[in-house]
């Protein structure tokens, strides 16, 4: 079974910057993908970003050149260095990894961003 467990979540005023981490464990295929995705109170589940076992990345345009994801594979853990942060990117963000078979979330943290 695999766990993800986030952490790095907070409050935050506008133009401030958080690192969201998430570490995997248990039994993880080596070719997957893992990413952030949001969801904000009344909106659906939305990506944030991606990157692959290989390093490939992809980010919504609503982030691009504000957010980061890094990965380190011997460790199986993902970040999100957010910059610039916007009240508008306050939600709940979820840790996912994409295996061929599988799909796995994390519990979720919470990013707030006061105006």
């Known amino acids: 079974q695999v766990q993800l467990v986030e952490s790095g979540g907070g409050l935050v005023q506008a133009g401030g910057s958080l690192r969201l981490s998430c570490a995997a464990s248990g039994s993880i295929f080596r070719l997957n993908v893992m990413g952030w995705y949001r969801q904000a109170p009344g909106k659906q589940r939305e990506l944030v970003a991606t990157i692959t076992s290989g390093s490939s990345t992809n980010y919504a345009d609503s982030v691009k050149g504000r957010f980061t994801i890094s990965r380190d594979n011997a460790k199986t853990t993902v970040y999100l260095q957010m910059n610039s942060l916007k009240p508008e990117d306050t939600a709940v963000y979820y840790c996912?990894?994409?295996?061929?078979?599988?799909?796995?979330w994390g519990q979720g943290t919470q990013v707030t961003v006061s105006s």
């Open positions: 996912n990894l994409r295996t061929i078979r599988n799909e796995y």
